[in-house]
Nanobody, 111 residues
Framework: VQVVESGGGLVQPGGSLRLSCEAS????????ARWYRQAPGKEREWVAY????????NYADSVKGRFTISRDNAKNTVYLQMNSLKPEDTAVYYC?????WGQGTQVTVSS
């Protein structure tokens, strides 16, 4: 039972990245999924939520209009498309579903 994040990296302000989170070992399609992030010296904060079907989504105010969460249940994967990135988006990004957390993927926004 695990989820594995990927897709992080270094990007300039204003750039884009797409994070992926692949689940295994459980029936992913029956669970809602969430993305969180944790910046250095700060507490982990919730970023985005998606229902099990993918029909419903919700976002933190800090990312609304810039980030999009989606999922492909056939691939057991949830995505986070991040556009118009800002230096304050720099953090380790984590996904979770079914109470399972991944190891995180680092996103650094810097010129």
């Amino acid at each position: 039972v695990q989820v594995v994040e990927s897709g992080g990296g270094l990007v300039q302000p204003g750039g884009s990245l797409r994070l992926s989170c692949e689940a295994s070992g459980f029936t992913f399609s029956t669970y809602a999924a969430r993305w969180y992030r944790q910046a250095p010296g700060k507490e982990r904060e919730w970023v985005a939520y998606i229902t099990s079907s993918g029909v419903g989504t919700n976002y933190a105010d800090s990312v609304k209009g810039r980030f999009t969460i989606s999922r492909d249940n056939a691939k057991n994967t949830v995505y986070l498309q991040m556009n118009s990135l800002k230096p304050e988006d720099t953090a380790v990004y984590y996904c979770t579903a079914n109470g399972v957390w991944g190891q995180g993927t680092q996103v650094t926004v810097s010129s």
